[in-house]
Every structure is written in structure tokens, then in C-alpha cells.
């Protein structure tokens, strides 16, 4: 169960104290406090952890401070959608709102190589109107003999220059809780020109002291990927993890599934989880059609598998794309083969803006049919 607390609630004042004081003397229940950071004012929440069916709703209501009262089910207590839960299904960062009705473009370096690179590709976004970006320092590769990243030696450089062509968010993967660290030290050296939404990557879904870890931290929003070879309730959970110790805003990826039936893709795109996503949890959905795909091959009609992908994620209701461009793919250190090229992306801004328009249409004719 979860008590929302009126809005400009003090932690400090009596009635909080004698709010606490009262959840206290409940038999078998643990009340856990959540600050639910907003641009404008910060929410208090009260997580009701135990035997809760005991309780009456009008008991709880009752309680000092206690605006509304939201009976949870036993799945995702934090990021699920409950039944008359009306909680927010965004999260504001660096400026921008990242919801279940919004949509941004995070196309970018698979792996930051060289800052000619990543000044190039941070050019070509700014020259379409983009303000998010996807750079890897950290890469988890399968031989360990493979290009590991730059890691921390490439973090200034790359916020510099995100931050002089305006780029705002910067999805990048962390491997182990030490690179917070080291993102945030570069962010602070360099004067914070730009943002970063922390990603844990499909081989670290179930890495709970990771999760556990950046969960603690709410400076950084997460987008946590879909683990390649669990079910996914199991990676509902593991993005609950994060959320569980404190950090709310998250963004949940679809990346395809590891399994030769998706062949010849690199997984099995499962996009057509995206609303499955949106009714279970209040979490934006992103896809990640690169890593799904994994190549660019291309269909009969001129558009490239990985882009009709997107399109079905888009026209599905999608909120965030994680998408590999390269300036020169020849010559990226990772992933270059499924990296889409410099010159494409207009008309990639362009095939999902009519994706989105299909998909907003779509909800349309369905919001007239239900009148
Ligand atoms: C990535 O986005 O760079 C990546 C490695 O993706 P995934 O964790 O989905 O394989
Ligand atoms: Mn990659």
C-alpha cells in the first residue's frame, strides 16, 4: 500500500513525526519513505510493506498528512500500475520530460572511439534539432581480448563536446557502481555542460549489487535493457530493483531476445512488448532496434530492417530509441556493420516522425471507436 502525502509535506514537522509514530503501531507492517523528486516541488510517498489487507483504506486516509491511498498488487509496487493509481508516468530531466506520451531520439556512438567522432556525430544531431545522444565508454564485450571502452579517459572530452552542440542527455552504459563515480567527477570537472541517463546493459539485468547501487543514487535517471534470455516479468522485477532503493526515474528498454528463431536478426525483436510495458508499469519504454537487429540488411522496398523495426516500436507507442550511428563505420571499434551512417539521419528523424504521427492516428481512431 502506498500513502501519498499532501504536497508541501515537511519531514521536519510534528504531524510528519506523529504520522510515523501511528504506521509504527501497525502489527506486521514496515513503512518505508520515498521523496518522489519532481522540476517543480518533491512528493512524499509512504510504502506500506507486510500483511496490508488488514488495513482499511479509510483508516489509512485518515492519517495526518495522507492525501490519497494506493492499494498495491504484489508486482512492481513502485513502478507498476495499480488499479485508481494516479501516480506520473514521467520524469523530468536536464529540461526535458522523459513520459509514456513523449518520444526522444538517442542516436549515437555504440562506442566512443575518437573525439573527432563524437564531434561529428554530435554536429549531425544538433544540425537535426536532436538534444539526446547514446555514447559508450564502458563496453561489456563477450572476449575479454575485444576493445573494453575508453572508459573514464574519454568522459571529458565527450561531455565538452555533447555540451557545445547542446546535447543534453547522454544515454551511457555503467558496468560496475565505480563508473558513477567517474561520471560524475567528469561531469564536475568539465562545469556539468551536459546530462547523463545512466544505462545498465542486457548482461547486467539481473546484476542486483549493480542495480542495487545505481538505484541509491537519484541523480541520474536509468534505462535499464530487457535481459536477452529471462522472462519478462523477471526484468519488470530487476527495473523494480532500482526503483526500490529510491531511484524512480526509470526507462525501460526492449532490445530482442537471444534465441536463433529471431535469425537472421541478431535477437528476436520484441517490440511488440511496448504496450505490454505501458499498461503493467508507469515507466517511458525505449527500444534499442540496433542491437535488436544487428545489421543493415535491406528490405525489398528500400528501408533497412533495422528502420522498419523502429517504425513498429514507434507506431506501437515507443517513448525513447537508442539507435547506433557511426561517421565512419568502417572504422568503429564496436558494432560498426549494424551503425547507420551520418547521412541517414534526417531521413531516420524523418521516418520517425511519421511513425509517431501513425501512432498518435492510431489512438485516435481507437479513442472514437470506444465513444
Ligand atoms: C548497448 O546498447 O551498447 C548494448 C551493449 O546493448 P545491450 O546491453 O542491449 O546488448
Ligand atoms: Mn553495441
Known sequence: MILILSENTDINSQEYAQLLGQLRQLPGIQARAHRVEGDLRAVMEIYLIGDTKQLSLDEMRALPLVERVVRVSEEYRVLGRHKDDGRATWFDYQGLRFGQDTLHLFAGLCAVDTPEHVEQ??????????????MGAYKPRTSPYSFQGHGRACLNYVFEIAGKYDIRVIAMEVTHETHVDEIRTALRETGSPTGVMLQIGTRNTQNFELLKAVGRQKEFPVLIKRGFGITLDESLNAAEYLASEGNHRVVFGLRGMKTNMGDPHRNFVDFAHVPVVRRLTRMPVCIDPSHSVGSRSVGPDGILDLV????QGVAAGANMILVDFHPNPARALVDGPQALLLSELPLFVADVAAAREAYLKRTRIWAKGGE
Open 308 to 311: 522498419h523495426a523502429t517504425a
Open 121 to 134: 556525430m554530435c554536429r549531425a544531431l544538433h544540425a537535426n534539432g536532436l538534444q539526446c545522444t547514446r
